[in-house]
Each structure stands twice: as C-alpha cells, then as structure tokens.
C-alpha cells in the first residue's frame, strides 16, 4: 500500500507562485510515476503534469511553460506553478501508478486559488 501526502496550496494572486510537494511512504518500490491532477468545479479532473521512473514527463497544454513537475527521488514529487492564472483554480491531487497491477494512489487533495 502507498500513502499521499501532500503540502502547498493556497491562495495567490494572478501571476504568483506556488510549490506543490508529495510524499510517498509504504510500498515506494511498487511506485512507477508520479504525477499531479486537478479538479475545478463543474469540471472532470485532469492531468496536470506527470513524471515516469524513466525521467519522462508530461504536461497539459494549459500549463506548459508555466509549471513544472520533478521528481527528486523515487518517492517524492513536486510541482513548481509560475504565473497562475484564475483558471488554475482547483483542487490538485497527487498520484502515484503501478503499471504491472494497473494501481493508481492519490494524496488527499490541495486546493489552489488563484486571485485575480
């Protein structure tokens, strides 16, 4: 079993940043990649960004450019967002995947606002 944990969050002014991290204990070797989804009201979660053990990462077309994901070890993941924008407003959650047994782990959730 993998746990979440997430820190970061809050709220901020259009154009500031914020530093999302998550901490994974447990079952750390089970883990292949790391990555952050969001939530915004009325919508479906998405992908935000995400790394794999290789390195890889993956962006939404809406943030590229402006955040970025890394990894500084197996168990650890952070998300640097510069120039945030109102629509940016949502819960975010990190996850964690296995793909030999299609697991997929999720953090509680941090919810980031974005002030205009």
């Known amino acids: 079993q993998v746990v979440l944990v997430e820190s970061g969050g809050g709220l901020v002014q259009a154009g500031g940043s914020l530093r999302l991290s998550c901490a994974a204990s447990?079952?750390?070797?089970?883990?292949?990649?790391m990555g952050w989804y969001r939530q915004a009201p009325g919508k479906q979660r998405e992908l935000v960004a995400s790394?794999?053990?290789?390195?890889?990462t993956n962006y939404a077309d809406s943030v590229k450019g402006r955040f970025t994901i890394s990894r500084d070890n197996k168990n650890t993941v952070s998300l640097q967002m510069n120039s945030l924008k109102p629509e940016d407003t949502a819960v975010y959650y990190c996850?964690?995947?296995?793909?030999?047994?299609?697991?997929?782990?999720w953090g509680q959730g941090t919810q980031v606002t974005v002030s205009s």
């Open positions: 996850n964690a995947w296995n793909d030999w047994y299609s697991r997929d782990y």
């Open positions: 790394v794999g053990n290789g390195g890889i």
């Open positions: 447990g079952s750390v070797s089970g883990i292949h990649g």
